[in-house]
């Protein structure tokens, strides 16, 4: 297995991470343990959750996830597993305000406070990757900075990352850690496919010359690139889901990853992937970790079942006519996700 490293960090992981934040909500504790084992037994050893999860979201669940993924944790080695999770702020988040602390930001207090409830719902001494879920645009990032330093220096928390965040605000906290001698996000998690190729734009420039790692989550645009909305608009899935849900929030997310354009572009991927004889799932997540700036492509799933099309995707790289006929859908529809 080609373990890679996060950044400039100790961190080796597996090329494939498997996100959790489905738990909880779209699938209970005994089928999350199952994904977990599953992936674990594949030699997947880097996992990733948040504070807020499961989503989505709702005030009362905030922190389940993060408990089912604690309970597991105890079933396996402490040290054989790269443990990622995220503090959320709700300044700029897209959903309700988290959540059961009550605050509103990404400061100092909330980050303190956050930390310890990460940890005692983990039932973990440390966090190997502890990540800013969103950009606070309220508070000024060098007081963020600085509460993240000091949770690396008490040893609670090994590295940093962020989120969620553009070119300007990575840059920004990048030379705040580097003037006030902070510890630096050594990652960035942020929406990455073949559906939305933003990262590209600006982003993997500064990933590469900084050499802070990206780790792509959604390669599946959420299950679209599956191809199951194309073949059942109402096929059983988070967005079907969504669309049906009371919340604009998220309705409005359904219809972010599936409209006219994204089903477009996956029928013209779809196409792609049965010419070259893989499974659109397996196609699309070793599309996302091909890239030179991705230490992880971030997974998510449903049932067990589902990981079979994902796990293939660990070890395969990709011939150069693959890769240049999936940017061909790129050129003909241009950004579907908008
Ligand atoms: N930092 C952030 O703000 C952020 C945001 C989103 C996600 N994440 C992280 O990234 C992880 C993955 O995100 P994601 O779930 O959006 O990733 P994704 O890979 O784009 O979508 C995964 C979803 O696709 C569907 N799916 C998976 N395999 C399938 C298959 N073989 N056939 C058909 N459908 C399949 C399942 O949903 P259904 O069964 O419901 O269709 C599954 O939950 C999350 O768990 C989380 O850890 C982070």
Avoid at 1 to 26: A, D, E, H, W
Avoid at 107 to 126: M, N, P, W
Avoid at 211 to 217: A, F, I, K, R
Wanted: proline fraction near 5%; charge should be neutral.
């Amino acid at each position: 297995m080609n373990y890679r490293y996060i950044g400039k960090t100790g961190l080796r992981v597996s090329p494939i991470c498997m996100g959790t934040m489905t738990f909880g909500t779209q699938c209970d504790e005994p089928t999350a343990f199952e994904i977990l084992d599953k992936a674990y037994a594949a030699g997947v050893n880097f996992f990733d959750t948040a504070e807020l999860y499961p989503v989505p979201p709702q005030t009362k669940l905030a922190g389940i996830t993060e408990e089912i993924v604690g309970r597991w944790l105890k079933t396996k080695p402490r040290e054989s597993v790269i443990l990622a999770t995220k503090v959320a702020g709700a300044a700029s988040g897209w959903f309700v305000p988290p959540i059961r602390h009550g605050l509103t930001a990404i400061d100092r207090f909330h980050i303190e406070r956050a930390v310890e409830g990460s940890l005692k719902r983990l039932d973990t001494d440390y966090i190997d990757l502890y990540q800013m879920h969103w950009p606070d645009t309220v508070v000024p990032i060098e007081e963020s900075m600085e509460a993240f330093d000091r949770l690396v220096r008490s040893g609670k928390v090994r590295y940093i990352g962020t989120s969620n965040d553009t070119a300007y605000g990575t840059a920004k906290a990048l030379m705040v850690s580097r003037y006030e001698k902070f510890a630096r996000f050594e990652s960035i998690q942020n929406n990455f496919s073949l559906l939305n190729r933003r990262f590209l734009d600006e982003l993997a420039e500064l990933a590469r010359r900084e050499q802070v790692s990206l780790l792509p989550y959604s390669p599946l645009a959420g299950g679209v690139l599956s191809g199951k909305y194309n073949q059942d608009p109402g096929a059983k899935g988070r967005f079907s889901d969504y669309l049906k849900s009371p919340n604009r929030r998220q309705r409005l997310m359904a219809t972010r990853f599936m409209n006219d354009r994204t089903l477009a572009s996956t029928q013209l991927y779809l196409k792609i992937a049965a010419e070259v004889g893989l499974d659109p799932v397996t196609l699309a997540i070793a599309w996302s970790k091909q890239f030179d700036f991705v230490a992880s492509t971030i997974i998510g799933a449903t049932r067990p079942e589902q990981l079979d099309a994902s796990l293939a995707a660990m070890e395969l790289e990709l011939a150069d006519d693959v890769l240049a006929a999936c940017d061909e859908v790129h050129h003909q529809i241009l950004y579907p996700m908008g």
